[in-house]
C-alpha cells in the first residue's frame, strides 16, 4: 500500500515555526520559549526523505500484487486443465466437464439418505440405491414403474385416515421396488451405468447385464452386450458365458444369447475341422511343402 503526503502550497514558501523545548538555560520559565526558525533548506532535506519512503513502498507494494497475480493465474490455468473440453470463440467459450458430474452422482449414490428409490435385490434383499429423476428419464420401465407406485400411494391416502405420526413415517420412507431375477452384482452395475453411462463387462456379467437391458429397454446397453459377445468372447469364456445363460434361463435374451454362442462355436468347430482335412488332403500337403 502506497503512502502519500502533501504540503499545501501557501506553506511551501513559508518559513514553519517550531516550538524550542530544548532550552532549559533558565530556571524559571515564562511558559513561552521563544520560536526557533527552520530554514528552507532544511525543509527541503525533509521533503526529500518522505518522497524516497514513498517511493520504497510503492515498489513493494507493485512487487507483491505482482506475486499475487502470478499465482493466481497458475490457479486458474490449472483449473483450466482439468476441464473435459474447452471449445472457445471471440466472444464466448463452452466449458465442459463431465467426469466431475460423474463423481458426484456417485458420491449420491453411495448415500443412502439422498437417494429416493431402494431396490432389494435377489432371495437376500439386498438393497441398492438409485434417483428416480435420472432412472425415469433413462428408462420408460422405470418411469411407468415409479408413476403407478405413486398414484397407488396417493389413492392409499385418500381412503385411509393416518394419524400424525404414521404420516411421518410415510413420507421419509423411500420408494421400494422388489427385483427377484438378477444378482445383486450386476444390478448394481446395471444402475450405475444408466446413473453414470459407463460399465465394465465380463464374460461372468455379460447374460445379466443383457437381461436388465431388454427387461427396462435399453437399447445401447444391449447393443453394447451383443457386440461384446462378437468381438470380445474367447474360447475360454465361453463356457462360462453359457453357465450364466442356465441362470437366467427364464429370460428370453439368455436364450437367443445361448443359441447366438451355440452357433459361434459350432461355426468354430466347423471352420477348424475343415482346415485339418485340407491339410491332410494331398492338395493341402502340396501347398505346404
Same mark, same amino acid.
Given at each position: ?26 530556571d524559571?520559565s ?9 530554514? !528552507?533548506?532544511n ?17 513493494? $507494494?507493485?512487487?507483491? $500484487?505482482?506475486?499475487?497475480? !502470478?499465482?493466481s493465474?497458475?490457479?486458474d490455468?490449472?483449473?483450466?486443465? !482439468? ?25 449420491? %449414490?453411495?448415500?443412502? !439418505? ?23 428419464i #433413462?428408462? #420408460? ?8 407406485q ?5 389413492n392409499n391416502k ?14 421419509s ?7 427377484? $431375477? ?6 448394481? %452395475?446395471?444402475?450405475l451405468?444408466?446413473?453414470? /453411462? ?9 447374460? /445379466? ?13 444391449k #447393443? ?10 474367447s ?21 437367443? %444369447? ?10 468354430? #468347430? %466347423? ?12 492338395? /493341402? ?5
Amino acid at each position: 500500500m502506497a503512502l502519500f503526503t502533501s504540503t499545501p502550497k501557501s506553506k511551501l514558501g513559508e518559513k514553519v515555526l517550531l516550538l524550542n523545548l530544548d532550552d532549559s538555560d533558565d530556571d524559571v520559565s515564562s511558559g513561552y520559549d521563544s520560536p526557533v526558525y527552520v530554514s !528552507d533548506e532544511n525543509q527541503e532535506k525533509k521533503k526529500a526523505v518522505t518522497a524516497k519512503m514513498v517511493d520504497d513502498l510503492s515498489d513493494d $507494494s507493485d512487487f507483491s $500484487s505482482d506475486d499475487v497475480d !502470478d499465482d493466481s493465474s497458475d490457479d486458474d490455468s490449472d483449473d483450466l486443465d !482439468d476441464m473435459d473440453d474447452i471449445q472457445s470463440t471471440d466472444d464466448s467459450m463452452k466449458v465442459t466437464k463431465i467426469q466431475a458430474v460423474v463423481d458426484n452422482i456417485r458420491y449420491i %449414490l453411495s448415500m443412502p !439418505d439422498l437417494c429416493d428409490v431402494m431396490f432389494l435385490v435377489g432371495p437376500q434383499r439386498i438393497p441398492v440405491y438409485g434417483l428416480k429423476s435420472i432412472l425415469g428419464i #433413462r428408462s #420408460r420401465v422405470f418411469c411407468d414403474m415409479f408413476v403407478k407406485q405413486s398414484r397407488e400411494c396417493m389413492n392409499n391416502k385418500k381412503k385411509m385416515k393416518k394419524s400424525k405420526d404414521e404420516k411421518k413415517t410415510e413420507s421419509s420412507t423411500k420408494t421400494t421396488i422388489i427385483i427377484d $431375477s438378477y444378482d445383486i452384482e450386476v444390478f448394481r %452395475l446395471f444402475l450405475l451405468f444408466l446413473h453414470c /453411462g459407463s460399465v465394465t463387462m465380463d464374460a461372468s456379467t455379460i447374460v /445379466g447385464l443383457l437381461c436388465c437391458a431388454v427387461e427396462f429397454d435399453i437399447a445401447d446397453l444391449k #447393443r453394447a452386450c451383443f457386440e461384446f459377445v462378437g468381438t470380445c468372447l474367447s474360447s475360454a469364456s465361453t463356457k462360462t458365458v453359457l453357465k450364466e445363460t442356465l441362470c437366467y434361463d427364464d429370460h428370453s435374451a439368455a436364450q437367443e %444369447l445361448r443359441h447366438i454362442v451355440l452357433g459361434q462355436q459350432k461355426k468354430t #468347430r %466347423l471352420q477348424n475341422r475343415q482346415s485339418s482335412q485340407f491339410r491332410q488332403s494331398p492338395i /493341402g500337403k502340396e501347398t505346404e511343402v
